[in-house]
Every structure is written in C-alpha cells, then in structure tokens.
C-alpha cells in the first residue's frame, strides 16, 4: 500500500481544498471537480467521470471516460480508481451539499472504505465524516467541539465511547436509531471503538489533523 494520500475533488460545494500535494500523492478529479482543481491551479493526476455536470469532456491520456448511464457514482470509480492504484488513505473534498441523495452516496463510500481496511475523511463546509469498522480511533486533546457517532451497520456491537462528554461501554448502537448524536469533546484525549460492526463519525474540521487510528 503506497503511502500517500489520494486527493479526491467532487462536483458538490466547494468549501475549501485545504491540501497540497505531496510527491507520494494522487489526486483525482470526478466530473466537474475538475473546475475547482483549475482554479487552484493543480493538475489532476486522473480525471473521471460521464461529465454531465462539467458538460464537456476533457481531452488527455489521464481521462477516464464514463457512461452516463451505469451503477455506479462517479465519485465512487473515482475511489476505486485510488484504491486500484494502491492507495489507504482517501480525501475526499467537494463531495457535499447540492444533490441531497449524492451526499448520502459519498457517505456510504466512507463505509465502503473502511470495510476494505481503507481510511476515508469527506470534508463538509464546518465539519469531517469518517468510518471506522472493527477498530478504534483516537483524537489527540480537542478543547470542545460536537463529534456524533451513528452505526452504519444494522447492529454495531461492542462500542466504547472513552472521555467524551457522554461515555458508552460495549454498548450496541443500530442503523434505527441515533444514540450517539451531539456527543462533545471535553479537552481530554478521547477514543472511539467498535469490536464488530461500521460507524460513521463526523466531527470538527481540523480535527483530523489530531486523530490515530488503531487495528
């Protein structure tokens, strides 16, 4: 598995691509992303997408053409695309706001991530989603702040919720119903974990400069 991070720019709101490349990078473009990557003037390694929203097809050997047409979103091939090229660890920027139903999409790919032992951030305007399934994720001291934990599975069992505002010990959450909203950080190192099952996590942005994840 390569080292880098792979940089991935939707067509959704733009609030920021707060990231510069690094020699063990990739980033890729999903349709009209595209347009946010020219404006901040960085090359996309790999452009994807049926290019209904950018409404032109960009023309270069790194352009992979999609049906309009077919199962999957463009941002998902886009994953699998950084995942095929042997990538861990996915930022995902632009993949919020407008379409209501892609960003339910963009979600559950942070759940596919993670159930392939990979690590995905989605960055939203003034918040970052992340998965984590069968282990344990920890944040450095964050003074306050809301961090919500819903399972994405039917049944995630075996659930610590260590120094935050409100603890939970090998409880069981489901998919039904959100125990684990409108937690808050308490200025501690706090830990999130799950022995069997997938959790979506959303917390402040920035504060995953502070996280370590644990098997």
Same mark, same amino acid.
């Given at each position: ?12 709101? !733009? ?46 050997? !790194? ?42 999409? !963009? ?45 994405? *599975? ?31 950080? !308490?200025?501690?190192? *706090? ?10 996590? *959303? ?13």
């Amino acid at each position: 598995m390569k080292n880098g991070i792979c940089y991935i720019v939707g067509a959704g709101e !733009n609030y920021g691509l707060e990231f510069e490349r690094g020699k063990d990078d990739l980033v890729i473009a999903a349709d009209a992303g595209l347009n946010y990557l020219e404006e901040k003037k960085i090359v996309p390694d790999l452009i994807v997408g049926d290019f209904d929203t950018l409404q032109y097809v960009p023309r270069g050997k !790194n352009v992979l053409k999609l049906p309009a047409e077919k199962d999957d979103t463009d941002m998902s091939i886009a994953i699998k695309e950084g995942i095929r090229a042997g990538y861990g660890n996915f930022h995902i920027y632009c993949g919020t706001g407008g379409r209501i139903d892609h960003t339910i999409a !963009n979600l559950q790919m942070l759940s596919y991530l993670s159930e392939h032992g990979k690590q995905g951030l989605l960055f939203d305007k003034d918040c970052v989603f992340t998965a984590i399934t069968d282990r344990e994720i920890v944040f450095e001291k964050i003074d306050s702040g809301y961090i919500s934990i819903f399972s994405c *599975s039917d049944r995630s069992v075996g659930v610590y919720l260590r120094r935050l505002k409100y603890e939970l010990h090998d409880a069981t959450l489901t998919n039904s119903f959100p125990l684990g909203v409108s937690n808050e950080f !308490n200025g501690t190192e *706090s830990s999130i974990a799950v022995k069997n099952g997938t959790l979506l996590i *959303s917390f402040p942005r920035g504060a995953e400069r502070k996280i370590r994840w644990n098997n």
